[in-house]
């Protein structure tokens, strides 16, 4: 393309407002990314969770408990893999601002149902072994700086009372999908002491969570399980993982709709930016573009110098803006607690996104000048006074 | 010699809202190969109107235009583009140099077009340079010029695909004295020594004198 050199000089001829458009861009597009890794944070849980896992819960609400004894009705059924359950603990962590999952669960079969938390062989038989042991995520230890040994207590709300656990093992997340901010311990021990002290709430099991061998069969296992406890005291419902997750964020949807929503505004936002700067270029280019054609240049010419120099322009505030939007995110990352957001990471998808929306942008951009420069005749362009 | 362009019954009006101005009333001329044409006129008389026409920018309402032997009335608006880029050099009153581009580079600019090689264009842009007498301001940017030197620089720009005609509206409508002088010197020097046919409009009477042929526009009829 022969009409680089001058594309390239056009686009730096206002050196202040390209620059200016370049960064307010590039502003646009972190802001955009941001946003974008928010949303994806949200479903997070959603996207890692897994086709051969369904839960069941009780029909009435999550909060609502299951009997222990539905564990071998729900293993005897064909295609199921594994069956293991969990309770919300909650509790109090030093106060009520210190935040992450704490579950009581039945360690050996949810370590199998859960595979991609990864745990070394010699930890996970300590953890196995000791009835007051937890298991934390790697994440988790290192904002708190869990060690192996460490003693966490934690005052019970929902299971009343003062509980103290002992750190035997630190789960590594398989992948950045992973929630590594979790505490998990024996269900055995909590259930040990209801018994004791509130005998009415011992067998209560939170939720079941059910490992299939094969995710085709969701659909016929949660119908089968629903159905073998229909008419009875505590009916299930039983979805997949991804459904239940899903159901989670319900609640927060709007609010994730409404960020969702912005990001896109923002895009707009950078077309505006752009398209004013290619705009106001072009009207003051139209002799320029006049004298081109006098010279032979044609159409196509000028819609490649024009375009070329909004994409490029486009190109280099998208460009800046992904490459400042990984340490912004980290940092973020680094200043919220990580179990806020527990998977926090900027998305291929989410650069894929940004890029294609800069490239689209930088051709929108470029429409309106383009079909000037075609429509204004020579000797209109000509006679064009600013 | 034969003519090189012949205006035939050429009309032409602009509308301003739907009402008509008409600028050239049947207007015929023809301009010998090898001649340097002046073309004079109070203003408003549609001297640009016209020499618009015959360097293909424009096109007239009625009438035929034929350069060379072509009708240019008859190109399609690529194909006169096209002929344009071979056959018109244009100069213009107020140089119209692209201001981000080096001296160098706007003489360069209509060799783009062409098929020629880097190194082709380079020796293209050095001769017309030097014709203009400005080979050693090939690297300065058109602010860093006089008046005059910017006009050298549009005229090396206009000679440089070596077209058949030149066309110059004005060239020295916005120069003092001397540098106009220089200017038609220059003119004078392309149309002997090149043998480029030229067609000037021009309302100094001193620049008509360089003229072979003074031609007078008068609302829309040549005198
Ligand atoms: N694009 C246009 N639209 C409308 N009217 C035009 C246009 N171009 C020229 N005119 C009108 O046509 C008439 C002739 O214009 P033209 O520019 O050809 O005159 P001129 O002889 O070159 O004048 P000057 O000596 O002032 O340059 C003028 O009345 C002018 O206002
Ligand atoms: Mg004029």
Redesign the interface.
Known sequence: MRVMKLMLKNAFRHMLRTTLTILGISVAVVAFSFLRTVVTAWYAGVEASSPNRLITRNAVSFIFPLPLAYRDQIARLEGVETVTYMNWFQGVYIDKNQFFARMAVDAQTALDVYPEFLVPPDQRDAFLKERNACVVGADLAQQYNFKIGDVIPIEGDIYPGKWEFVVRAIYQPRDKTVDGTQMWFHWQYLDERMRQEMPGRAGEVGWYVIRIKNPADAGRISEQVDALFKNSRAETKTETEAAFQQGFIQGTGLIIQLLNFLSFVIIGIIMLVLGNTMIMSARERTKEYAVLKTLGFSGSHLTALIAGESLMISIMGAALGLFLSYPIVELFSLMVPKSWFPIFYIEPATIVLGATSALVVGIVAALFPIQRALRTSIVEGLRFVG | MGSLIEVRNVSKSYWRDSFEIPVLNNISLSVAEGEFLGLMGPSGSGKTTLL?LI?G??RPDKGSIVVGGTDITDLSE?QL??W???HVG?I?QFY?L????TAF?NVE??L??TSLSKKERRRHVETALSVVGLADRMHHYPKQLSGGQEQRVAIA?AIAADPTILVADEPTGDLDKKSAEEILTLLERLNTEFKKTIVMVTHDPRAAERAHVVRHLDKGELQ
Do not use: G, H
């Not at chain 2, 692209?98 to 581009?101: D, F, G, H």
């Open positions: 618009n360097a920018i424009d690529s583009a096209k344009r880029s071979n244009f213009f119209n692209i201001p981000v581009l580079e600019l209509p783009l077009l720009r």
